[in-house]
Each structure stands twice: as C-alpha cells, then as structure tokens.
C-alpha cells in the first residue's frame, strides 16, 4: 500500500475522531490531574523551559498545551486537520499546524528545536524509523526525542472494538484492517523493547526505557478500567 494512501486512512480516520477524542465529559478534578502528571513527566526529561518544542501527532494539542503553560515554545503538528482544528480552538501559547509527521517536511528540518515530543502516536506510524530519522533532523546538537507509550495491542487488535466517530462506531476497525496493520510493526508490539529498537534504529543514543506506573494509577484512582491509558504506559527517551 502506497505511503501516501496510508497517511489519507489514518488522517480521514483521525479527523473523524477529533471531535469525540477530544470533548469527552471528564471530572474536572481528574483533568487537572492528568495535566498536573503528564507536565510532570515530560519535564523530568527536558531542559527547563523556555526551550523549543516539537510536538509530533499532537491531535488537539494536549501535551503542547500543558507544557506551553509552564514556559515552553511549542510547535504542534498532526497530519489529521480535524485535529489541528481541535487545538486551535484553545487558548493557548502553543502553535499548531498540519503536516505529515511520519515524512516530516523539510521546512521543520532546522535544528532549532531542544526535543520533539510525542504520546502515543508511535504504534500508528507506517515506518517509526524513517519519521524519527526525520525528526532528529530538527533538533539541536544533543536534543531529546520523548515518546511516551504503552504496548496496546500485544497479540492483535480485538475486532469488536466500538469508537465515538462522525465515521461510525466500526470505524476502527474498519480503518485499522489486516491490510494496514501489517504497515505497522509497532501496533501489536509486545514490549517496550521494540519501541526502543525503532530508536535504534533510527540512530538515537543514550536510549532509555522509563516505566510510568503514575498514568495507569491514576485510571485506577478514578475508576476508569476501561479506559486504554489502564496499560502500562512508558517514555521511550533517546539523544542525536
């Protein structure tokens, strides 16, 4: 299946979700916490702000916002406009625009930016290598690539799986099909292994695996076991 047909489903897909993805009815309280601990988890790892950010697969600009709001630069992209659109519409520091961020354009390949940035957009990428090889290209000498993770799917994706959707509660699976998935190495991946080989592979040094026990608690906490952040999460960090 030809990339750039494979980028179209995904971005359709996700453009679809957008509204839903992002306007789901929360306790007020829980949000602040969840903002509270992933500000947290990103910034064990980055320089002290104000550095430069790049936030790839942004969607509704959750991470960019939450680490614009203690001083960061950030410059979101996602490739689906429905969620760029979403982003937009807060108030916030953080820019956002649409690009392909698994063949990162050239015009963001400047090495002006300290880290790049990401929660879970790797499993869904055609080719993790090639967009992180790309990715570096961003950054300054020494710069930080975080992608913060779980392994969703060890084993295969369940075809019963049901999504609020402007597409339709199937669309998924539909979306996410044998076809597709076989693009995908990292969508059934088994272990926060192959999520560091993908950096590896890419050329990265100082790579580490952190687990993040913190987000699964907090799910736990608030009674949310059928929520997908229930498994294990973990930050993939690597150097240029």
């Not at 993908?198 to 949310?224: H, S």
Request: with cysteine.
């Amino acid at each position: 299946m030809p990339k750039n047909h494979i980028q179209e489903i995904l971005d359709t897909y996700w453009t679809a979700r957008a509204y839903a993805y992002d306007q789901r009815e929360l306790p007020a309280d829980y949000e602040r916490e969840v903002e509270k601990m992933w500000t947290e988890i990103f910034s064990r790892f980055l320089p002290t702000s104000p550095a430069k950010i790049l936030d790839v697969g942004t969607g509704p600009g959750i991470i960019a916002r939450f680490l614009a709001a203690v001083g960061y630069e950030v410059l979101g992209l996602d490739g689906a406009p429905g969620m760029i659109q979403r982003a937009l519409s807060y108030e916030t520091t953080a820019k956002f625009a649409v690009a392909d961020v698994a063949d990162l354009p050239a015009i963001y390949q400047d090495g002006s930016y300290d880290a790049v940035t990401c929660r879970y957009l790797l499993w869904t990428l055609r080719d993790a290598p090639a967009a992180i090889r790309k990715w570096t290209q961003a950054l300054k000498p020494g710069g930080i690539i975080l992608a913060a993770d779980a392994n969703w799917y060890a084993g295969g994706i369940p075809r019963d799986i049901k999504v609020d959707s402007a597409a339709g509660p199937d669309s998924f699976i539909e979306t996410y099909n044998e076809e597709l998935l076989a693009t995908m190495p990292l969508s059934t991946a088994n272990t926060p292994e192959e999520y560091a080989e993908v950096f590896r592979q890419a050329g990265l040094k100082d790579i580490k695996i952190t687990p993040l026990p913190e987000v699964k608690e907090l799910e736990i906490r608030y009674n949310r076991p059928d929520n997908h952040h229930i498994k294990p999460n973990f930050m993939i960090s690597g150097r240029i």
